[in-house]
């Protein structure tokens, strides 16, 4: 579903990201984890064409963007509505409801009829446990509601990856649980997803895949269970020692 061939993004005099490659297969759960300031931030805006990489491509259900050919405008709208984005902040707009919210991407990008985007709006926040709340503005929500408006919001484009930046990071620890849920759900129905975060438990539990990155590079990848009980980098074992 996503393959990333050497990636390259450089900010200055700093190379932020050195010739990433990745590989993530239809339905599969892989969450990045790292030191802050290692790149995994600019790794997903370069996903989502929201950083433009120097070099690499980026296939996604084999539709590549080559970076080093400066693509487009329009390829570059084009390859943005394969991905969908959740930040750490929420980045509602707080003139609408959360239904309105969710509504205006489809309607914008997709140009779908009002009544059709307000269906799907409404099945999405009801799917995300919002049900009771569509019609609240972004003041009137925790930031757990929020941030679920946020998911709601990315689904509502009907990408064939979600991606994830810290999420649940901006929010109170008693919020973070229904957040989690709401993506763990996304994980057992076969949403392909990238997630970069600092929770470990939900990385054990969800992913089918661990990325430990750093310094603008992949250091250690495995399954979850390898990954956290016998790293075999000596900087992920530093690392992991320092979080647990």
Known sequence: MLIVEGLRKTFGD???LKGVHLTVKKGEVVVIIGPSGSGKTT????LNVLEMADEGTVTIDGKQLQFANKPSKKEIINFRRLTGMVFQAYNLF??????????EGP?????????EAKERAEQLLTKVGLKDQMHMYPFQLSGGQQQRVGIARALAMEPKVLLFDEPTSALDPELVGEVLKVMKDLANEGMTMVV?????????????????FDEGMIIERGHPEQLFTHPKHERTQQFLRRIQ
């Open 14 to 16: 700093r190379e932020v």
């Open 43 to 46: 790794l997903l805006r370069c």
């Open 196 to 212: 970069v975060t600092h929770e470990m438990r939900f990385a054990r539990e969800v992913a089918d895949e661990v990325i430990f």
């Open 94 to 103: 707080p003139h609408m409801t959360a239904l309105e919210n969710v509504m």
């Open 107 to 115: 309607m914008i990008v997709k140009r779908i009829n009002k009544h």
